[in-house]
């Protein structure tokens, strides 16, 4: 039988664990699943994680999601004052903002999606919702400086809680279904190029009919 560093077990092990996770989500992950994916016993699992959980916060720390929101935050900061996108110069903070938040999420593909996408039952359960919440309130904030007469009430917050919900699972879906940086680049493209065209329609829309469109977050 072949022998393995203590060092390439864990790598094996830590590989498998995110495969499963991403695949089958968390709640329906077992370590008799990941064991058998990384190619060793599921006692010696054991020997390096005390269980599921503990494996979840090795290969999914929670300082990778701390990292995650605070680019987040920093791409949607970037758009401070800005009224159109398109017309920013190459190299401005939103651009190196968003490349540094894409760079991070094709790095850590699948500790993405198994954090928004696939952790019911875990520590990270709410977390897609965290970031719903999180988008909808910076969107508002951002929309409300550039359009002081924008009409925040329930129906527009719902809109939006729609609005991003959908934007943070279709981009986990993404993350899960292409593994090539070109392909996800391209589909990154065509849906923020959908999500920002028809956020400015929205806020355009509650801050008065007829007021000119904007473009953010």
Same mark, same amino acid.
């Given at each position: 039988?072949?022998?393995?560093?203590?060092?390439?077990?864990?790598? #094996?092990?830590? +590989?498998?664990?995110? *495969?499963?996770? !991403?695949?089958?989500?968390? &709640? $329906?992950?077992?370590?008799? @699943?990941? /064991?058998?994916?990384?190619?060793?016993?599921?006692?010696?699992?054991? #020997?390096?994680? +005390?269980?599921?959980? *503990?494996?979840? !916060?090795?290969?999914?720390? &929670? $300082?990778?999601?701390?990292? @995650?929101? /605070?680019?987040?935050?920093?791409?949607?900061?970037?758009?401070?004052?800005?009224?159109?996108?398109?017309?920013?110069?190459?190299?401005?903070?939103?651009?190196? &903002?968003?490349?540094?938040?894409?760079?991070? /999420?094709?790095?850590?593909?699948?500790?993405?999606?198994?954090?928004?996408?696939?952790?019911?039952?875990?520590?990270?359960?709410?977390?897609?919702?965290?970031?719903?919440?999180?988008?909808?309130?910076?969107?508002?904030?951002?929309?409300?400086?550039?359009?002081?007469?924008?009409?925040?009430?329930?129906?527009?917050?719902?809109?939006?809680?729609?609005?991003?919900?959908?934007?943070?699972?279709?981009?986990?879906?993404?993350?899960?279904?292409?593994?090539?940086?070109?392909?996800?680049?391209?589909?990154?493209?065509?849906?923020?190029?959908?999500?920002?065209?028809?956020?400015?329609?929205?806020?355009?829309?509650?801050?008065?009919?007829?007021?000119?469109?904007?473009?953010?977050?």
């Amino acid at each position: 039988m072949a022998q393995y560093r203590k060092e390439e077990v864990a790598d #094996r092990i830590a +590989a498998a664990a995110l *495969a499963v996770f !991403a695949e089958r989500g968390y &709640a $329906a992950a077992t370590m008799a @699943l990941i /064991a058998e994916r990384a190619g060793i016993s599921i006692g010696n699992l054991y #020997r390096y994680h +005390a269980g599921k959980e *503990a494996l979840l !916060a090795a290969v999914v720390p &929670a $300082a990778f999601v701390d990292r @995650l929101r /605070a680019l987040l935050r920093r791409r949607v900061a970037s758009l401070a004052g800005v009224t159109d996108i398109d017309q920013l110069p190459p190299g401005s903070p939103f651009e190196v &903002a968003t490349e540094e938040l894409f760079a991070f /999420a094709v790095e850590h593909r699948l500790r993405v999606v198994v954090a928004l996408g696939r952790g019911d039952g875990s520590p990270y359960e709410g977390l897609a919702a965290e970031l719903v919440d999180l988008l909808r309130g910076l969107a508002l904030d951002h929309f409300r400086d550039l359009r002081p007469d924008l009409m925040a009430d329930e129906a527009l917050r719902y809109d939006l809680e729609l609005i991003y919900r959908n934007l943070v699972g279709s981009a986990v879906a993404i993350l899960a279904r292409f593994e090539d940086a070109a392909e996800i680049r391209r589909a990154v493209a065509g849906l923020s190029a959908y999500h920002l065209a028809g956020l400015a329609r929205l806020f355009a829309a509650s801050a008065g009919a007829g007021g000119p469109g904007t473009r953010g977050s």
